[in-house]
């Protein structure tokens, strides 16, 4: 889809943009866009209403031109069907914030946010926290063993100065920036996802 | 101290499915053969969530009895370890399967599970798998209510609910029983008729889903 | 399913190793037991229990019957010959990929065999490729037998007809929207 189709002076031109916006950025989520969002809605008010005056002269007896109802309504089913696919998808993206982050996110993308997203953000968030503490005795963290094990211990990198650190055998370890440790992959996984450390290969 | 012998455990249920004993190597053969099938189906299949339960539970033991040990010897106890993380890793797998496909259709799954129910099937989703459903329907629908639907006009305010639509995906099958019979597929030729294949033991197929659905379910054919 | 997945599937396959340590109690595992180890004396253990050995240098893995470049030769030939697919050992690739990344230097002729297993994969690839194809452009039918086929060829397909499937639901889609 070239720019070119983005103002074409039809009535969906809005929603349009709308879904574009997700489509040109498949690595970083925009910002929320309310206004884009509001001129939607809008739109579709406008439709709904011109509807709404030609029932009206149906429903008075008067001279009426019924011909643009149908398509008015598939424009605001269409409109309406962009916006739900715009949430959808950046709905999509902060599902797997959730499993890359854990339940807090970062301020760079809590801010990207709409109120009602950072809701769902925490009640998703919750959800699965319950459900994760209902399995087995004493629950189980699933953003662990996120792939087949391959080694028992992984060469790592520190990032930052992290302090010490216990490992699950009762080793302390000082995880300063730059320093290299080969620790044991289950502990790590939590840090490697944070960015406190990065593999070394 | 010695570990205790965990491998000779004998687990006994009074769950109908379970007739005869159960080791905890059988436990984890049957978690593996579920857990392909679960990652190769395009929807949910019943929830086997007690066999993640028995897992997590002697994972716990283990767990318990490696922190035990005081003899040093460093084999024993890496095998232990790297038996654990891969138990970890089939039964998290195998959870996380299933939470993504509920998340992606969460109205039909609960559809799905109330009908089964009605029709005397087994459950489509554990306790547990069910309440997270309803949340998260819940969490989905309060975000769409709030960003789209509560500014349309009164006749656009409800969304129907997206049907789980797997008519047309195919599957790699094979053949596990040696009783299978046939299996119907649609017919291509002749919108209205369908066609009948043989199941052999041991062939494998490429063949949509739909047909061959009841089979998986059934434990007559491994999913590839 | 993916090829790490295949991989770790295929790490409960059952391979002969010799132990070059001695433990007389058996490690009870919760998938069942192991050893107990004599130094010297063949024993069947896990794919992923030899190859954690392997790497404490604690064992010798003995490669299977198969993975000998006689018996691959004779496979790759039975390959070419024939139009379907031949019946190999299950996890084949994923096993040879295991022992010659862990265990080099208890595989004879590793090169070769190495090389054999990469013909015998191309054979069959370029077979599922092209039975792939002919399948996908027709509409006679919704079914294809591929017996013998392997885990890891199944799944590398899957993202191709997952593909193939949603491109059908765009064409669909746009025949339902376009005005006519």
């Known amino acids: 889809m070239s720019s070119g189709d983005q103002n074409r002076g039809g009535v969906a031109d809005k929603a349009l943009q709308l879904v574009l916006e997700m489509k040109r950025n498949p690595d970083v989520l925009p910002p929320y866009n309310t206004e884009l969002v509001r001129q939607c809605y809008q739109k579709i008010d406008e439709l709904f209403q011109k509807n709404a005056a030609v029932v009206e002269k149906i429903r008075a007896g008067l001279p009426h031109d019924s011909t643009l109802l149908q398509p008015r309504l598939a424009a605001m089913c269409h409109i309406r069907r962009c916006m739900m696919a715009y949430v959808n998808e950046r709905k999509n993206r902060i599902r797997s914030f959730r499993w890359k982050y854990g339940g807090a996110l970062p301020a760079s993308v809590r801010n990207a946010l709409c109120d009602a997203e950072i809701q769902f953000f925490n009640e998703y968030s919750s959800t699965l926290a319950r459900f994760q503490s209902n399995l087995g005795e004493g629950g189980v963290n699933l953003l662990l063993h996120s792939a087949p094990p391959k080694s028992l211990f992984v060469q790592v990198r520190a990032l930052e100065d992290y302090g010490e650190f216990e490992t699950s055998d009762g080793t302390q370890v000082q995880l300063s920036k730059d320093s290299l440790h080969s620790l044991p992959r289950q502990d790590c996984e939590m840090l490697i996802r944070q960015g406190v450390l990065e593999l070394v290969h | ?224 | 399913m993916n090829a790490e997945r295949c991989e770790f599937i295929a790490g409960n396959s059952l391979i002969e190793v010799i132990p070059s340590i001695s433990d007389d109690r058996p490690i009870h595992l919760i998938s069942g037991d192991i050893g107990p180890f004599e130094a010297g004396v063949p024993c069947r253990i896990p794919v992923w229990t030899a190859i954690l050995m392997k790497r404490k240098h604690n064992c010798k893995v003995v490669a299977p019957q198969w993975m000998d470049v006689d018996e691959l030769k004779k496979i790759l030939t039975s390959e070419t010959e024939s139009q379907g697919l031949a019946k190999l050992p299950d996890h084949f690739f994923e096993i040879s990929h295991m022992l010659v990344r862990d265990a080099r230097e208890d595989i004879f002729e590793v090169e070769a065999v190495k090389s054999l297993v990469q013909d015998i994969y191309d054979r069959r690839d370029a077979k599922l490729r092209s039975s792939a194809i002919e399948f996908l452009r027709q509409n006679q039918t919704c079914h294809a037998q591929l017996d013998n086929v392997q885990l890891i060829e199944a799944s590398s397909a899957r993202a191709t007809l997952e593909a193939c499937r949603q491109m059908g639901a765009v064409v669909r889609n746009k025949h339902e929207s376009t005005p006519l």
């Not at chain 2, 033991?201 to 949509?208: A, G, T």
């Open chain 2, 1 to 224: 101290m010695a570990v205790t012998d965990s491998a000779t455990t004998f687990l006994d249920f009074d769950d109908d499915e379970y007739d005869e004993m159960t080791t905890p190597e059988e436990v984890l053969r049957k978690m593996t053969a579920t857990w392909q099938n679960e990652l190769c189906a395009p929807c949910l299949l019943p929830t086997q969530m007690e066999l993640v339960e028995i897992l997590l539970d002697q994972i716990q033991g283990m767990e318990e009895n490696i922190g035990k040990q005081t003899d040093k010897m460093q084999l024993r106890i890496s095998v232990h370890r790297v038996e654990l993380q891969r138990i970890g890793f089939i039964t998290s797998d195998y959870v996380r399967c299933r939470l993504q496909k509920i998340e992606s259709n969460p109205h039909d799954a609960i559809d799905q599970h109330k009908k089964r129910k009605e029709e005397g099937k087994s459950d489509l989703l554990s306790e547990s798998e069910m309440k997270f459903a309803e949340e998260y329907a819940l969490a989905e629908s309060n975000l769409f209510q709030k960003t789209v639907l509560e500014f349309m006009p009164a006749a656009l305010k409800k969304m129907p609910v997206p049907r789980g639509d797997h008519d047309d995906v195919m599957v790699y099958a094979k053949v596990t029983s040696d009783d299978v019979g046939n299996v119907a597929i649609p017919d291509w030729q002749d919108l209205n008729g369908e066609v009948i294949l043989e199941m052999e033991p041991e062939s494998c197929h490429l063949i949509p889903f739909e047909s061959v659905h009841q089979l998986v379910e059934d434990g007559n054919i491994q999913l590839m």
